[in-house]
């Protein structure tokens, strides 16, 4: 694999944890579709005059002398206008935000974490990019999804991360499996077995017991043809028969049910599985290992690649008292997401494919060793699709605790899956 000589962060961006969620639940109460109250010349929040714009997103890591924000910077440069940039952690971001609705003072523009965009929407605090007059056609349709709610579309991606499994070549050579001959479950679990035969160790995966469990999960769970809205659905049950059956087998260690992310990485790194789930974000760090490495898609269990999640944030657009801003909100947003933009913003955060297909031909132009990772975005799946909204958080707390329940031996697969059917059907309607 060519090393890409790019900055990485080591974790995708998910959905805040049900907890946070639930304290922003508690902001919430009260907060209406309301204007973001203008200060002198009816300009958006923290004290912005008709030519300064707030943006608002959730890199602290990146101060005012990073290449970030240095390109935020130009495209308000390109619109004519300064823009005030402030950063949170993902979190803090959402409750500010949501504060700054109350209070009037909202930024115009909020680049946030995707499963938070139908937070924002569902306040009425955001305009549509149809109100803003931003047009959204070039947009892959699958990854546009999760800024949709109710049939409008409230936040644009700026990129997207996702899930795929990487290999280590000299173990699945030694098993004498071709990693391109994996194109559905049965071939992996065939790859599972011979790998087994030789004495290493199969897969590690991350089946701990908060978002990231379910995250890991999803592409299987997807894969199988099942849908968050039925969790007891025969294909949810395969898809958490096939995780249990790999423990049972062998071919994953029981360590996976407490397993985070970077913990399923570094058990991969150690050199000893065939494979390990992870993401986009981990590119570089596989380049530089003491072994070869690759990646392939997720297999769905009839072919093909299966619909994995999409991490990444949204550009949203805060409710504005005087209107006439959006069309250089609008401006600003355009300069962020032209082909070049979009390939600009995958180099510096190294792990985010473009959204658009014309920014995917270029960012393969400059490193093709993506295609794989361009083909996982291209099939994947925003979390909140399908009209979930704020209904995910809750959904998805009731999934991960199915695997935890499964996993452990705790209930069979079906019984942690229609427990969790039950639980979500009562905490949503």
């Not at 009037?104 to 955001?126: F, K, Q, R, W, Y």
């Not at 001959?181 to 035969?197: C, G, N, P, R």
């Not at 006439?324 to 979009?342: D, K």
Request: aromatic share 8%; net charge negative.
């Amino acid at each position: 694999m060519k090393r890409l000589t790019l900055p990485i962060r080591t974790l995708p961006r998910l959905s805040l944890p049900v907890r946070g969620l639930a304290a922003v639940g508690v902001l919430t109460l009260g907060l209406t579709a309301c204007s973001s109250g203008g200060t002198e010349g009816g300009a958006g929040g923290d004290g912005a005059t008709d030519s300064t714009f707030t943006w608002w997103d959730p890199y602290p890591q990146h101060d005012d002398s990073s290449d970030w924000a240095q390109r935020v910077q130009a495209c308000g440069d390109e619109a004519g206008v300064t823009i005030e940039r402030t950063a949170y952690d993902t979190t803090a971001l959402t409750n500010q935000a949501l504060l700054s609705a109350q209070e009037g003072t909202s930024p115009d523009v909020i680049l946030i974490d995707n499963p938070a965009v139908s937070t924002l929407a569902d306040t009425g605090m955001l305009t549509t990019m149809g109100e803003l007059g931003f047009e959204t056609d070039a947009f892959d349709e699958n990854l546009l999804a999760a800024g949709v709610v109710d049939g409008e579309t409230y936040g644009i991606p700026i990129g997207a991360n996702t899930l795929a499994l990487y290999y280590n070549k000299a173990i699945l050579d030694a098993a004498g499996v071709d990693p391109a001959s994996i194109t559905d479950w049965a071939s992996l679990d065939d790859a599972l077995a011979k790998v087994a035969a030789t004495g290493n160790k199969g897969i590690t995966f991350a089946g701990i017991g908060t978002e990231e469990g379910s995250f890991q999960f999803l592409p299987w769970f997807w894969g199988a043809g099942a849908d968050l809205t039925a969790l007891d659905s025969p294909e949810a049950v395969e898809a958490l028969s096939l995780w249990k059956g790999w423990l049972d087998a062998g071919y994953a260690q029981q360590s996976a049910i407490n397993n985070s992310q970077n913990t399923t990485w570094e058990e991969f790194l150690t050199g000893t599985f065939a494979f390990g789930e992870n993401g986009t974000w981990q590119v570089n760090s596989a380049a530089e290992a003491d072994f070869e490495t690759g990646y392939i898609q997720i297999p769905a269990v009839d072919g093909g690649g299966a619909p994995a999640p999409t991490g990444g944030e949204f550009i949203t657009a805060p409710v504005q008292d005087d209107e006439a801003r959006y069309e250089t909100t609008s401006q600003i947003i355009e300069c962020m997401t032209t082909p070049e933009g979009l390939v600009e913003t995958a180099n510096t955060f190294a792990y985010y494919i473009p959204p658009t297909e014309p920014g995917q031909e270029a960012l393969l132009e400059e490193h093709p060793e993506l295609q794989t990772w361009v083909d996982a975005v291209r099939d994947a799946k925003g979390r909140t699709s399908d009209d979930l909204g704020t209904d995910y958080p809750v959904i998805s707390e009731q999934l991960w605790t199915a695997v935890q329940n499964a996993l452990s031996g705790a209930m069979s697969p079906e019984e942690a899956l229609s427990a969790a059917q039950q639980a979500a059907e009562s905490a949503t309607s």
